[in-house]
């Protein structure tokens, strides 16, 4: 299924992608991973706030982002990101409704953001990753592309790996270990990626 992207989110991806390209000399790698259309799960790191903004300039189709509850408090902040279509999440509770509204996205064909790691790692290092990535992917047999964001000392890698099916990741049936897993494997290829732009584009 293909997804129709809102105007709202097109408009604030027009203005801000030459903003942050330019401020934080981006660099885009592997966007022709990421399919024209179907529900995929982007399962991305995150270093700094403005990482959905900059994966989500990166490529033209619209990304839906999970984020944090307290984000949404503020009046102005709720109406903005629920325009862009972000939706907010309890952390550290099992928030059923926001995990059948991720579904539901997904149903409709949508590219779902999610950073695996469940916060903002403060030291550049990778954090332990959560099993929420591998639970809806499984729930919703959905592929999952692995995102890496890396700070360079002048400029910003944001490389798209390849999108990484149910069976690659050893999905089968349901079992905690396997969630674990596959979570694993998920962040060894954002790993992978890391490595790939460090020799690349290293400074």
């Known amino acids: ?62 990304i839906m982002f999970m984020a944090k509850a307290e984000l949404f408090k503020n009046p102005f902040a709720n109406w903005f990101f629920t325009h862009l279509g972000a939706f907010p999440v309890e952390r550290g509770k099992g928030d059923r409704s926001s995990i059948d509204h991720f579904e539901q996205i ?44 890396t700070n360079l000392k002048k400029r910003r890698v944001v490389h798209f790996g390849k999108p990484l099916s149910l069976e690659e990741l050893g999905l089968e049936n349901g079992k905690a270990r396997e969630f674990r897993m596959a979570s694993r494997k998920i962040m060894d290829h954002i790993k992978a990626l890391r490595a790939e732009d460090l020799e690349k584009y290293g400074d």
């Open 1 to 62: 299924m293909k997804a129709r992207t809102h105007i709202f989110y097109a408009v604030i991806r027009a203005i801000f992608k030459p903003i942050f390209y330019l401020k934080d000399r981006l660099i885009y790698v592997g966007r022709e991973n990421v399919p024209k259309e179907g529900a995929f799960i982007l399962a991305s790191n995150h270093l700094k706030s403005t990482d959905p903004i900059h994966i989500g300039t990166a490529i033209r189709r619209q």
């Open 106 to 149: 997904l149903k409709d064909g949508y590219l779902m953001g999610i950073f695996i790691e469940g916060t903002r790692s403060k030291t550049g290092e990778f954090l332990p990753p959560k099993n929420g990535v591998s639970l809806i992917a499984y729930e919703t047999k959905t592929p999952v592309i692995p995102v890496c964001v």
